[in-house]
């Protein structure tokens, strides 16, 4: 009896473009479906049972754990700066409380972990609006945007004036623990049967050793290639650990913690 394909959630950002590009350039991706997303898009997707994995944001894992089963080992997090979760501000971030903040509609974790930076690390009150409005857009009527993926990679380089915060940095600063941002989860109720899942598994793990003893030769492939130097590209996957250890599920416990205590979740 022929197996089902199994359909993978896929975020076209630069950050798991090294994970993605070896998967299919070394592994047999023949019973794989790729289903292109912004975060937000694939948690909903696999929320609803229209893809079976994904690298999901790690609020959709924490609200709806009873549903998924984590891939062990596979995250995207950060330990410090991690470059493409930005608050692009007119103004000190001690010195939003009251103003409404713009923050990326592609995002959810990212969301969740600002309003965490301004009400437990700061003890302030910023409204959070959503929006898809570029960052030249948003700052002609707010003080402050929160933008992620490429466009706050890219935005970053040009950004001369205010204020630029890095989320993964004001996270680290005050608990010194990694921040998980994504993490891979597979629907529990797609995980019986066969060994597809098993074989799926394996590859992730051989295209992240793969992605991580070759980032020039990434480089050299990624779409970003045109626009930062493979040095900035290499960097930045450099400050990216995609592994989930002990000191990783802390960093999530704690964002769970203030989750829970901020009714986030």
Same mark, same amino acid.
């Given at each position: 009896?022929? %197996? ?9 950002? $630069? ?41 999901? +944001? ?29 608050? !692009? ?19 959810? /974790? ?12 700061? #003890? ?18 707010? +003080? ?7 466009? $706050? ?36 109720? %797609?995980? /019986? ?8 598994? +394996? ?16 480089? =050299?492939?990624?779409?970003? %290639?045109?626009?930062?130097? #493979?040095?900035?590209?290499? +960097? ?7 592994? !989930? ?7 999530? =416990? ?12």
């Amino acid at each position: 009896m022929k %197996r089902d394909r199994l359909r993978i959630g896929m975020i076209a950002y $630069a950050n798991l473009f090294p994970i993605f590009y070896m998967l299919q350039k070394k592994c047999d991706c023949s019973e794989y479906e790729f289903i292109e997303g912004v975060p937000s898009d694939l948690n909903k997707k696999i929320r609803n049972g229209d893809i079976d994995i994904s690298p999901s +944001s790690s609020i959709e894992y924490l609200k709806n754990s009873e549903r998924y089963d984590l891939i062990e080992d596979h995250s995207i997090s950060s330990k410090g700066p991690v470059k493409s979760i930005l608050l !692009f501000s007119k103004m000190p971030i001690d010195k939003l409380d009251g103003v409404t903040v713009l923050v990326s509609s592609q995002s959810e /974790t990212s969301v969740a972990l600002l309003e965490i930076i301004v009400k437990k690390f700061h #003890e302030m009150d910023c409204p959070l609006e959503s929006t898809s409005a570029s960052v030249q857009q948003a700052m002609k009527s707010h +003080s402050a945007y929160m933008l992620i993926g490429d466009q $706050a990679l890219l935005e970053a380089v040009r950004w001369k004036q205010h204020y630029l915060y890095d989320l993964g940095q004001l996270w680290y600063e005050h608990t010194g623990l990694p921040f998980p941002f994504a993490l891979w989860i597979m629907r529990k109720d %797609r995980t /019986t049967g066969g060994g597809l899942f098993e074989k799926f598994k +394996s590859d992730l793990d051989h295209s992240k050793q793969a992605a991580l003893t070759d980032l020039g030769t990434v480089a =050299a492939a990624s779409p970003l %290639r045109y626009l930062l130097s #493979e040095e900035e590209l290499v +960097s930045y996957w450099h400050g990216i650990p995609y592994d !989930f250890g002990e000191e990783h599920k802390r960093g999530l =416990a704690l964002f769970r913690q203030y989750s829970k205590e901020l009714g986030i979740i």
